[in-house]
């Protein structure tokens, strides 16, 4: 396994550049811009050109209870290799920061790309454990966090950063983290999603403020608008997909590729069950997950 994930890091330099001459012309994409995706799910991830590839550490992580993924990006290139973690959950806290140990990164910022409805955020337990984390969310979600963002910020983790896009919808307070734009930054771009697009799908629009006409205008406006090689990394996935491109996205998504008057039809006959965490999750995620510390021992 060790020879194959090396081989696959010694071709994404050249499977990028193949991606990006294809994705600039009006041509098919070939095989080997179609496998792009994949070999930099399997082998991490590099950075740039020259002498800034592989300043970017990326860990996409699974919490199998609710479905969700948890992402670790970390500056490497950087002597104290700051790190930011996406959407953690509360059960996978011990495993995440185990991790972020092990790879000797300091972690310093646990974010929200939205209030979740159906795991309790694991930015409460983290603040107890690892000292010096800040945790982040949009103004707009009207939880507690140390950290409140609005759509056009940035959030550096060394000479790294990611962009804040509102993409409310899903929730009146979703956002979608995207890598930086730059000759020093990771290229192809990673966009973090949350619920707002889901590989194929996307969040449902019933509760918490939802809208339907808001995610189908901002999911166009600022998630597949990006250059069409950026990889989408979504909150969620039921089906076993870990990664898709803009690209993918604007072609199969069976709802977003339809006009915004089918995609409210479609929307509002889903007939989705009540989510069942929604009771224990949301009244805990707004005070940022933060639960009753387990009782000392004498």
Do not use: W
Not at 8 to 21: D, K, T, V
Not at 221 to 237: E, F, N, R, V
């Amino acid at each position: 396994m060790v020879p194959l994930l090396r081989s696959c890091r010694r071709l994404i330099p050249h499977l990028s550049a193949a991606a990006s001459s294809s994705s600039s012309s009006s041509a098919p994409r070939g095989p080997i811009s179609r496998l792009l995706p994949a070999v930099l799910a399997m082998a991490g991830y590099s950075t740039g050109s020259g002498g800034d590839r592989g300043r970017l550490l990326f860990r996409q992580l699974f919490e199998k209870e609710s479905s969700t993924y948890t992402y670790l990006l970390a500056d490497v290139g950087d002597p104290e290799k700051p790190a930011v973690l996406i959407d953690p959950v509360d059960r996978t806290v011990d495993r995440d920061i185990n991790l972020i140990k092990e790879l000797g990164l300091k972690l310093v910022y646990a974010m929200n790309t939205h209030v979740h409805a159906d795991h309790v955020t694991g930015t409460g337990l983290i603040k107890t454990k690892v000292p010096g984390v800040k945790s982040v969310i949009a103004k707009a979600g009207r939880a507690k966090a140390d950290h409140f963002i609005e759509h056009g910020d940035k959030l550096y983790f060394g000479n790294l950063f990611l962009e804040v896009r509102a993409t409310p919808g899903h929730t009146a307070g979703c956002v979608t983290y995207v890598t930086g734009d730059g000759h020093d930054q990771p290229s192809p771009r990673m966009a973090f999603t949350g619920d707002a697009l889901i590989i194929r799908a996307c969040g449902r629009t019933d509760f918490q403020g939802g809208s339907s006409d808001q995610l189908y205008e901002s999911v166009h406006s600022q998630i597949l608008s990006l250059p069409k090689d950026t990889l989408l990394y979504p909150g969620h996935d039921y089906k076993g997909f870990t990664v898709s491109t803009v690209e993918e996205e604007l072609a199969y998504n069976p709802r977003l590729t339809k006009d915004k008057e089918t995609f409210k039809t479609i929307m509002e006959n889903l007939n989705l069950a009540y989510p069942m965490m929604i009771d224990v999750a949301l009244p805990a995620n707004l005070v940022c997950g933060i639960q009753d510390p387990p009782p000392s021992k004498v």
